[in-house]
């Protein structure tokens, strides 16, 4: 795995372990040019426990409490030749971003994936695109939990060098004899939908009839992997209601509603999903 060794050895990455995000206000005169330096690095079980924990209660949402987070991130922690961290200002800082794959049957003995795989079939189940992911997860094969997130206002542009990498780092595994040759890859991430406020509900109603949510995607890339998808769907999340989405709401009409979203991708089609993203995210040169 020399690429991914170089990389630990040095802290940050060469190209493209790193990008320049501007921020351009020249037709605005009450905003300053931006310039955010970010730098990959590998997992650090010294630095990254916090940040990563925190990553993870945002993808799992209300739900990351029926989990062993901590437990889930130490997991990712122990592994630090597979997936990335992104961060602003040095090694030393807590992650604004990452991605990993986790193979699920060679951790189905451990508590936070044994949880984690029964959460995920209990949801597949409730959705029938997804009916056949329960019967994949008890088959033995080696399926790949990839799991991403980011803070929110991180630009899109640095998923395509994460997924670049992850499947560098992933072949140079296999060739290394470790237990990363995945005959599937299963992506967990969220989606939402806006919803009508608690409090306007009633004089809605009287205005205008319910119409269908539309679906939106809080990582753009998601839109991309579901077109190599052989299973893709959203569930809702056990501890949602609407009242949470009321106190998400904002200076607006609508509130936000958000559901889990997973992505089944054969292993055969993931670098060219990989390559899609690139293609549809990367800046401009």
Do not use: C
Not at 27 to 36: A, E, L
Not at 160 to 184: C, G, Q, R, T
Not at 222 to 241: C, H, P, W
């Amino acid at each position: 795995m020399a690429k991914k060794r170089a990389r630990e050895a040095d802290g940050a990455a060469e190209a493209p372990d790193k990008m320049v995000e501007d921020s351009d206000s020249s037709d605005d005169d009450d905003f300053d040019m931006v310039n955010v330096d970010f730098e990959w690095f590998n997992f650090d079980s010294e630095i990254d426990f916090h940040g990563t924990k925190s990553l993870l209660r945002q993808l799992f949402d209300v739900d990351a409490t029926l989990f062993d987070i901590s437990g889930l991130a130490d997991l990712i922690l122990s592994q630090p030749t597979i997936g990335s961290t992104v961060k602003v200002d040095g090694k030393e800082t807590d992650a604004y971003a990452f991605l990993t794959a986790l193979n699920l049957h060679e951790h189905r003995e451990k508590q936070p994936i044994a949880e984690l795989t029964r959460y995920i079939g209990d949801k597949a189940k409730t959705n029938e695109a997804l009916a056949g992911i329960p019967d994949l997860l008890s088959s033995g094969q080696h399926v790949g939990l990839v799991l991403s997130e980011r803070l929110i206002n991180m630009p899109s542009e640095i998923a395509p060098p994460m997924y670049n990498m992850l499947i560098d780092e992933i072949e140079a595994a296999v060739e290394d004899k470790e237990p990363y040759e995945f005959s599937h890859y299963l992506i967990i991430s969220k989606t939402y939908h806006e919803i009508e406020s608690k409090l306007d509900i009633e004089e809605r109603k009287r205005k205008k009839g319910k119409q269908d949510a539309t679906m939106f995607y809080f990582h753009p890339e998601d839109e991309v992997l579901q077109k190599y998808a052989a299973a893709y769907g959203s569930y809702d999340f056990t501890k949602i209601d609407e009242a949470i989405a009321d106190s998400k709401r904002a200076f607006q009409e609508m509130g936000v509603m958000p559901r889990g979203f997973m992505m089944l991708i054969e292993a055969s089609k993931f670098a060219d999903a990989a390559k899609a993203i690139s293609e549809y995210l990367s800046p401009p040169s």
